[in-house]
């Protein structure tokens, strides 16, 4: 891949953290960066030496919302002929553990971006918020789905409807993120988490990432038959007989990955 | 960076701003302009870098006698809900939000949210003469701007209610008595007294002090175990500083330590 132009990726050992870049613009989400996200996660998603992966902005603005220039004076048959959003369906199937290292704006899209991520690590000063009402249209990219499943009808009614955004706080009681933390540390907290994770047998971390995502599509019974079948399906590694054999012995497991 | 301000005086001693209340024909009475530039002029404090203490204080005989009424009067209809939250709130937050020592120089009488307004600093300096008034219950109100939360935090459930309900005034020895204030001195040395105070803080490892500022306030509405994590989490980012750097090297070196406030 070609040196990204709106992202500054950084690896350290097995986790990679992304970070959003467009500072002037507050990290807004244009064409050209929701390309060069897609790209940078394909990347990183074929590289085995890989197992976490944190998405992050700066202090000021995780993102702060789609990039409205491109969008003002659109149709919507150039709408649907631009159908942007299916780079958020591919970032929807990430196969590896996303965290999203939020500090400052996240809105409109940029409140979607983090949604998409399976976990969210938040500064105190992280605000989120939908505030597409306030321009005459409404949220676009999973914003009115993933909000709701989040935070649950009444409260994202409320933002949606408002424009409103809410606090860390506000968040972290609504459920919609996993910690607050100071301002200092959200991101070394997110990377922690990801080092935790990607020291996790990864098979195992993937099919449970996807036996989790599977609750949102599907009936119980679907996704419990899902699930069965994935939690027998790591039978067949070999980090499976490794872990088990190291906690009968009482030893700490040493996974290979495979 | 030097912004002109109407109702408020801002002034910058090298890492020393004062901010003066400066209506004094109104005895420092709070009107929405004030407001808007008091809020202006705390987001302004927390961005400069070169400041590393903060002096409130009043101009003339009052500190603050709390909303102007007359103020009001020119709005018909004006919601006092809304004005709390747009006006007053804000910056009771920004106050305790800044992460330097905020300094209250009393230098008369604070009535009302200018109670509030002196509550919400880390130290107050009391001049002889000064007061505090919980003035809200004489004309029909209640305490608002933060005094109801800082009052039942400092002294408890029965001294807030009395105070708050019997809108009597609090002179400087009760206030001491009370620990409200720091200290009282006399009227002509209020201000030098806590500008020698202010340029001790202005030395002091600054970004160690806000974070203390951080946790103490959080600490209100914290238990242990959650109290212990932050404590954690502050300490860890304290001994990333330059200053913590500063003050082991100067230990170990045996000098005084010489804080940039980083």
Known sequence: MSEPEFLRIVRDASVATIFLNRPKQLNALSLALMDELVAALSELEADESVRAVVLTGSETAFAAGADIGNMAEATPVMMLQRDQFCKWDRICRFKKPLIAAVSGFALGGGCELAMLCDMIIASETAQFGQPEIKLGVMPGAGGTQRLTRAVGKVRAMEMVLTGRAISAKEALAAGLVNRVVPIEVYLSEAQKLAREIAAMPPVAVRLAKESVLKCFDSFMQDGLEFERKNFYLLFSTEDQKEGMAAFLDKRKPEYSGK | ?262
């Open chain 2, 1 to 262: 960076m030097s912004t002109t301000f109407e109702t408020i005086l801002y002034e910058k001693t090298g890492a020393v701003l004062t901010i003066t209340l400066n209506r004094p024909d109104r005895y420092n009475a709070l009107t929405e302009a004030m407001q808007r530039e008091l809020g202006a002029a705390f987001k302004q404090a927390a961005a400069d870098a070169d400041v590393r203490a903060v002096i409130l204080t009043g101009a003339g005989k009052a500190f603050c006698s709390g909303q102007d009424l007359k103020d009001i009067k020119d709005m018909p209809g004006r919601n006092l809900g809304d004005s709390l939250r747009n006006n007053y709130n804000p910056n009771i937050l920004r106050i305790r939000g800044l992460e330097k020592p905020v300094l209250c120089a009393l230098n008369g009488v604070a009535a009302g949210a200018g109670m509030s307004f002196a509550l919400a600093c880390d130290v107050i300096n009391a001049a002889e003469s000064s007061s505090m008034i919980q003035s809200f219950i004489n004309v029909g109100l209640v305490p608002d701007s933060g005094s109801m939360w800082f009052l039942t935090r400092l002294l408890g459930y029965y001294k807030a209610f009395e105070i708050t309900t019997s809108g009597r005034k609090l002179g400087a020895a009760e206030l001491k008595e009370l620990d409200l204030v720091k200290e009282v001195v006399p009227d002509a040395d209020v201000l030098t007294r806590t500008q020698e105070l202010a340029v001790q803080y202005a030395k002091a490892p600054t970004k160690a002090i806000g974070l203390i500022k951080r946790g103490l306030n959080r600490m209100f509405t914290s238990d242990l175990e959650s109290a212990l994590a932050y404590e954690a989490f502050l300490q860890q980012i304290a001994g990333e500083s330059e200053d913590y750097k500063e003050g082991v090297t100067a230990f170990n070196e045996k000098r005084k330590a010489q804080f940039a406030g980083k």
